[in-house]
Every structure is written in structure tokens, then in C-alpha cells.
């Protein structure tokens, strides 16, 4: 039998080793918690900077056409100056962003600074500007999850290609580049203030919607007023009610902007309709709400880029209705109704109302492609199998017995729109 002694000895050899096994197992659940914590922070950034980079619209200019996603190399016509091409943003060490410390990837996306130099604002940092530091280091967390993909992008042309004018970019930075900060205006609800954040920051909408000063900044007293890009016009966004926003209703500015259509307007094509479809459409339901309190404040601006002009004449108008009946008719009807899907609709759209038709000819020679909740809704391009003269006969007669407009496409604008396509 053991005494008292040997019996508290024994306990508090046992109280001694409980001990130690206590304090190991709390240093194993906190080291797996700290682990775990560390893990849930790192993917909530990542998710946070997938969303901030599809608002940011990123995906639209860093891939070419038929392209591997983010991997550059999609060309930008700056007539008459040249053209430059998009940066390749995946993490292939050799052709993408794998060399890139995170403070030189925030610094390129904030100030428009490189490491080969200061950036041409076709890559739009001066709206970039507007985000956090913090927002631009959870995209560059996104972005280092994307598959490496390597590819060249090609060189740029005309003055682009030659480094000295990237010094120049130093003069064109201090009158239209980014700010040192962009302050809340207090006055003004939360609501509008997120809409600016994303309409005039992350999304950039007045580099496409807003016309060019001589220094191809875009123009701060027609913010908003329409321009044409990359052939297609890309509509007033202001609140005037003939031209622009003014006469839509906040659900169908919501509808368009969350969907890419609405039935009293139509759907978005061409440039805008990869807009929706990257980038959009993955945006909240109240991000959208904010976009659209933002835009309702915008002041009224008339159309850039549309001319009026005289009704087309009647044989080309009867020549594209029997084209019209061959080519058309199977999507979009005799009325302009979509047969099989309302993203078909054209009959109330704003291409088929406007009187030069300069998108509706450029739908049929590119094509339009949406992608959508439930699938991409695309029209094939008729550039290939119908001359200038068909495309101009058919638009002719949409505008007139469709859009009911008065105006009219004449043959030289097809052959232009055609060879600007190319």
C-alpha cells in the first residue's frame, strides 16, 4: 500500500502530465484556428477581389478576341495616333503580372506607373484612381489564382511605339490624371455616392459614353453625352429625356444594366453587351440601385454622334424588306419581335430608332453575342454573306418600317464600317 507521500507524488505527477497535455492541445487549436482564420481572410479577399475586378470590367480589355481570359493582347485603335494593345494580367512569370510585386501591380492600377514606364490611359487608371489601395490589393489577390497563361501581346504602333512618349504621359497625367483622393460628398446620399464610386471609378462608363477633347481625355463638359467607339455608338447616359436617360424608368435602367435588356429598349450589343455580360451582371441588385441613383443625377446633354437625316428612298427601302424576309425574319419577325427569345427584340430598341443606323449595320457585319443568366444570346454576322449594298437595303428598311424613324445608311458607311472591322 502506497502512503501519503508516494499517493501525492503520484497525483501530482498525474496532475503534471494532464498538464502538458492541456497546454499542447490549446497551442494545436490555436495554431489550426489562427491557420483557419488566415485561410477564411485570404478567401474572403480573393472572393472580394473577383468582384471588384468584374466591376472593374477587366476581363472585357485584357483578352483578345478568341483569346485565353486576361491574357491580353486585345488591340485599341487610337486614330489617328495608332493603336495600342491590353497587357497580359495572369500570373505567367515571363509575358504576365508573375514578376509583379503587389505594390508595383497597386501602383500601375492607381497612378498609371509600370515598370516599363508610365501607362497610356487606355488602360484607365485615371478612373482606377478612384479606388482604395486596399481595393486594389484584393484584385491582384484575385488575380494571382487566375491559371497562368502565356502570350506575348503585340507590339504597339504608330507613336506608341516609341518610349518617349510615355514621358510625355507626365503633362497629360497633371490635367487629366488620377487625383490624389476622392472624397465622399456628404451631402449627398450613401447611395449616390457608391453609384459614383462604380460608375465614374471601377466601371469607367465615360471613357466609351462621354466624346474626346483634343488630348483624348474624355470631356469633362460633355460628360456623358454619347461617343462613337470602335465603330459603335455608344449612347447618351445623361438625364436629357429625348436623347438620353431621362425618359427610362429606374426598373428598366436596372433591368438593361443587370440583364442587358429591357423590353421598351431592346438589348445591349457590340461593346456594351460585353459590358453586361462580364461585368454587370455579377453585380448586387443594390450596386446596380446605386449606379442608377448616380446616373439620374448626371445633367441633360444632346446626342454626340448622331445626325439627322432624310428618309431613305423607297426601292431601297423594298429591296431590304425582301432581304429582310430571307434573312431576318426567323429571330426577329415581320414586327421585330424576337421569335424565340425577347433578347431579340428590335422593334422598340434604340438601334433600330436612330437615324443613321450606325449600330444596326455594325449588328449585322460583326455579329452580337450576350451572355446571360441562362446561356449567350448571340446573333451570327451577315458581313460575309451579303454585300454592302444588302446591309444598307436592310437597314434602310428596318429604320423605316420597324424603327419607324426617318433616316437612312448609305452604301459608303457599310464599305467604311466593314473595312474598320477587318
Given at each position: ?7 501525492n507524488r ?12 492541456i ?14 482564420a488566415?485561410a477564411?481572410t485570404?478567401?474572403d479577399l ?16 485584357h ?11 486585345l488591340?485599341f485603335d ?22 509583379w ?9 492607381r ?6 514606364g508610365r501607362?497610356?490611359?487606355?488602360m484607365?487608371?485615371?478612373?482606377y ?15 494571382k ?18 518610349g518617349?512618349?510615355?514621358s ?12 490624389s ?5 456628404h ?7 457608391r ?6 471609378g ?9 466624346p ?15 461617343n ?14 429625348s436623347?438620353?436617360?431621362g ?31 462580364h ?10 440601385r ?19 437625316r432624310a ?15 430571307g ?41 452580337t453575342?450576350l451572355?446571360?443568366?441562362?446561356g449567350a444570346?448571340s ?16 437597314a ?14 448609305d ?5 467604311k ?5 477587318n
Amino acid at each position: 500500500m502506497n502512503g501519503p507521500w508516494e499517493t501525492n507524488r503520484y497525483r501530482r505527477r498525474l496532475c503534471g502530465v494532464s498538464s502538458l497535455r492541456i497546454t499542447a492541445a490549446v497551442f494545436v487549436l490555436s495554431f489550426c484556428s489562427a491557420n483557419f482564420a488566415r485561410a477564411d481572410t485570404h478567401a474572403d479577399l480573393v472572393a472580394r477581389g473577383e468582384y471588384l475586378t468584374r466591376a472593374a470590367d477587366c476581363e472585357v480589355c485584357h483578352t483578345a478576341k478568341g483569346g485565353v481570359p486576361f491574357a491580353g493582347g486585345l488591340k485599341f485603335d487610337i486614330a489617328p495616333f495608332g493603336a495600342i494593345y491590353s497587357g497580359n494580367i495572369t500570373p505567367d512569370r515571363d509575358s504576365g503580372l508573375g514578376g509583379w510585386s503587389e505594390a508595383a501591380f497597386v501602383r500601375a492600377v492607381r497612378e498609371g506607373k509600370g515598370p516599363e514606364g508610365r501607362l497610356y490611359p487606355a488602360m484607365p487608371y485615371q478612373d482606377y484612381g478612384r479606388m482604395s489601395v486596399e481595393d486594389a490589393q484584393a484584385i491582384w489577390a484575385y488575380l494571382k489564382t487566375l491559371p497562368p497563361a502565356r502570350s506575348l501581346r503585340p507590339e504597339n504602333t504608330g507613336v506608341f511605339a516609341y518610349g518617349i512618349v510615355r514621358s510625355a504621359m507626365i503633362g497629360w497625367n497633371l490635367l487629366y490624371g488620377p487625383r490624389s483622393d476622392y472624397p465622399d460628398d456628404h451631402g449627398r446620399s450613401g447611395a449616390w455616392n457608391r453609384g459614383r464610386f462604380l460608375v465614374l471609378g471601377l466601371g469607367h462608363c465615360q471613357e466609351c459614353h462621354s466624346p474626346r477633347n483634343w488630348m483624348m481625355a474624355a470631356s469633362d463638359g460633355r460628360a456623358f453625352a454619347g461617343n462613337v467607339t470602335d465603330g459603335w455608338l455608344a449612347y447618351n447616359l445623361s438625364s436629357d429625356r429625348s436623347d438620353g436617360l431621362g425618359a427610362w424608368t429606374d426598373a428598366e435602367l436596372i433591368e438593361y444594366l443587370s440583364t442587358g435588356h429591357t423590353q421598351n429598349h431592346g438589348s445591349a450589343a457590340g461593346p456594351m453587351g460585353s459590358v453586361v455580360g462580364h461585368s454587370l451582371r455579377f453585380l448586387t441588385q443594390d450596386d446596380i440601385r446605386a449606379m442608377v441613383t448616380y446616373l439620374r443625377s448626371v445633367p441633360p446633354q444632346s446626342q454626340i454622334g448622331v445626325v439627322e437625316r432624310a428618309a431613305a428612298d423607297k426601292a431601297s427601302i423594298d429591296r431590304g424588306a425582301r432581304l429582310y424576309q430571307g434573312a431576318c425574319i426567323g429571330c426577329h419577325l415581320e414586327s421585330g419581335d424576337g421569335r424565340n427569345t425577347h433578347f431579340g427584340d428590335i422593334h422598340r430598341s434604340h438601334t433600330a430608332r436612330a437615324s443613321d443606323g450606325r449600330n444596326l449595320v455594325q449588328a449585322m457585319i460583326e455579329g452580337t453575342s450576350l451572355e446571360t443568366q441562362t446561356g449567350a444570346a448571340s446573333m451570327p454576322e451577315f458581313g460575309h454573306g451579303y454585300d454592302d449594298r444588302d446591309i444598307a437595303d436592310i437597314a434602310n428598311y428596318v429604320l423605316a418600317s420597324i424603327g419607324h424613324a426617318q433616316g437612312h445608311v448609305d452604301v459608303t458607311e457599310v464599305t467604311k464600317a466593314r473595312d474598320n472591322s477587318n
